[in-house]
């Protein structure tokens, strides 16, 4: 049984091939809002941003409530 062929990458996230079906306009689409140079990395980069949105929406619920004031109001 063939091994699957898996890369790491400088920041020690390992790399497996996968195959998707996406359409092509998306990609491009994506590719140049990005400014990224291969479907691959337009699909990283995307990938990065969802996660990042969670963790904005995250932190934003746990800030919900929270009465934030300026440091030079008296208590």
């Given amino acids: ?12 996230a390992t ?6 079906r ?3 306009n998306k990609v491009a689409a994506a590719q ?3 400014g990224t140079a291969t479907a691959t990395e337009t699909i990283e980069a995307a990938l990065d941003l969802v996660v ?3 963790e904005l929406l995250t932190g934003s619920r746990a800030l919900a409530g929270l009465r934030i004031r300026a440091p030079y109001e008296d208590t």
């Fill in 1 to 12: 049984m063939p091994k699957s062929v898996t890369t790491r990458r400088a920041g020690g």
């Fill in 15 to 20: 790399k497996v091939p996968k195959s998707y």
């Fill in 22 to 24: 996406l359409a092509p």
């Fill in 32 to 34: 140049k809002i990005l």
């Fill in 52 to 54: 990042f949105r969670q």
